[in-house]
């Protein structure tokens, strides 16, 4: 099979590709034929070896000294069961499913072996390879962020990066649960966050959200331009601050913005459940979730997909297409 493998750190041309045997499934395991996966800011952020502040230090004993230990990239998948181990009775050879291996990746490639009890589940059928492989990152980061600041009906919630993978799913995410929405993004983004369930949209080149009058019960910030002393002033008593993206000190801080004023600051890494998979797959079946994509490749184009992230103005998600991953079926 075909893999795309990262050599070192840095540009994507380090990514290259090579052929390794197609994994047999362990007895807990399926064996996947990836139709579709995903470039995220995930991957960029491995590839390029750019991290928040503070956590480039870290980076390395983590990741691996040179190139990433784990060289095969990708954190969504979507495709088709070929095999299944002994002990697996929830899934079928032919069976279309989709799965978020987030930390470990594992996704460009041609075939990929996941273990029934991770974040796996049946493709919802109203979506597309392509749209099914664009569902975790983005959807279980704000599920998993929505769950820790208690989201509910009416709360007030403003979203800034609203446009990105995981902005247009915290857009949709809080609508979902009777949320007031106002969003934050580039003035071409205005329409596309609204048909999404903003009920505002501020264009984030000329409008500070700092400025509104009504305070807000959450703010969702995907990149990194609002810490709390920002948002304090707009920020309800009792508020949430929610760091999708923080530097280190920030997420070493966040207690205690929370032990020194009326809020709370919630940062730290997104816990994979795979609960939240099977909570995306009846959202989407429902047409309450669907994931936005900015632009799809061939596998064989994965360094153009890489360089699109890179370019820090995508809307929505990168998506990478293997075989006859255009089918809808």
Known sequence: MKAAICTRYGDPRVLVFTDRPIPTPKANELLVRVRASTVSSADWRIRSLTLPRGFGPLARPALGLFAPRQPVLGTELSGEVMDVGSAVTRFKPGDLVFAFTGSGLGCHQEYRCVAEDSAVALKP??????????LSFGGAT????????????????????????????AVQLARHRGA??????????????????????????????????????????TVGSAPHARCAPVLS????LLLVLSSLPQMLLAPWHGWRSDHRVIAGPVKERPEYIHNLREL???????PVIDSTWSFRQIRQAHARV????KCGSVVVLLGDADDPA
Do not use: W
């Not at 998993?144 to 609203?162: E, H, P, S």
């Not at 989407?284 to 669907?290: K, M, N, S, V």
């Not at 890179?310 to 103005?313: F, I, P, R, Y």
């Open 142 to 169: 704000m599920l998993d962020f929505y769950r820790r600041a208690g989201l509910k009906a009416g709360d007030r919630v403003l979203v800034n990066g609203a446009s990105g993978t995981v902005g247009t799913a």
């Open 310 to 313: 890179d370019q820090g103005s």
């Open 125 to 134: 059928h109203n979506l597309s390879h392509a749209q099914a492989a664009a």
């Open 237 to 240: 008593p009792g508020g949430s």
């Open 284 to 290: 989407a079946l429902a047409g309450a979730f669907t």
């Open 180 to 221: 007031h929405v106002t969003g934050v993004c580039r003035r071409q983004h205005a329409g596309l966050v609204r048909t999404l369930g903003a009920e505002r949209v501020l264009d984030r080149a000329t409008e500070d959200f700092v400025c509104t009058e009504a305070p807000f019960d959450v703010i969702v910030d």
